[in-house]
């Protein structure tokens, strides 16, 4: 069985920073890309970041030069350290194992995690 557990998130100021943490079951981490999405109230989902097996990483637009995805390949664990938070940075924030083709299904979610930028 596929699990992903989120963790990291909760109430940090503008201009502040957090970590979230993604530890999925060895299974699925050893093949998959990896990505954090977000989905703030009213909105849909999109995604924030990405990382491939292979490293190869893209990010929304909004969090270049602020967010940082990495994977820890040892300890099945992706990373999204966020910086320089901003109040339109707040959402519930969910991790995904997207698997190559062959699997069923392919897609993966964590439960989430809400990140709120407030003063």
């Known amino acids: 069985q596929v699990q992903l557990v989120e963790s990291g998130g909760g109430l940090v100021q503008p201009g502040g920073s957090l970590r979230l943490s993604c530890v999925a079951s060895?299974?699925?981490?050893?093949?998959?890309?990896m990505g954090w999405y977000r989905q703030a109230p009213g909105k849909q989902r999109e995604l924030v970041a990405a990382?491939?097996?292979?490293?190869?990483?893209n990010y929304l637009d909004s969090a270049k030069g602020r967010f940082t995805i990495s994977r820890d390949n040892a300890n099945n664990t992706v990373y999204l350290q966020m910086n320089s938070l901003r109040p339109d940075d707040t959402a519930v924030y969910y991790c995904?194992?997207?698997?190559?083709?062959?699997?069923?299904?392919?897609?993966?979610w964590g439960q989430g995690t809400q990140v709120t930028v407030s003063s």
């Open positions: 995904l194992a997207n698997a190559p083709w062959g699997w069923s299904p392919r897609d993966y």
């Open positions: 990382i491939t097996t292979g490293g190869s990483k």
């Open positions: 060895r299974s699925i981490f050893s093949v998959a890309t």
